[in-house]
């Protein structure tokens, strides 16, 4: 299984449709990749007379791709920061 590891930085700010706040800049910053290595369960696929062996997170869903094709994103760390207006 693939582990990505993420930064994640969102700004908030405040504005007439939405006087709680919501986030309108999230970035994401892949700090980390731990590799699940090479396909266990390679998935045979044919066209006309042509046969190629391709890795299953390429054809199948999530949940029948073996273990070392699936992925798992982590969050490390979550910044907010609120933009406030200045009166000038």
Do not use: F, M, S, Y
């Given at each position: 299984m693939t582990i990505y590891l993420v930064d994640i930085e969102q700004v908030t700010h405040t504005c007439p449709n939405h006087p709680e706040g919501h986030p309108f800049d999230i970035r994401r910053t892949l700090v980390h990749v731990i590799p699940g290595g090479p396909c266990r369960a390679p998935v045979?696929?044919?066209?006309?007379?042509?046969?190629?062996?391709?890795?299953?997170?390429?054809?199948?869903?999530?949940?029948?791709?073996?273990?070392?094709c699936r992925v798992i994103v982590?969050?490390?760390?979550?910044?907010?920061?609120?933009?406030?207006?200045?009166?000038?």
């Open positions: 045979t696929v044919r066209c006309g007379g042509q046969t190629v062996q391709i890795p299953c997170h390429r054809h199948e869903p999530a949940k029948r791709q073996c273990a070392a982590t969050e490390r760390t979550i910044t907010t920061r609120h933009l406030t207006e200045v009166a000038g």
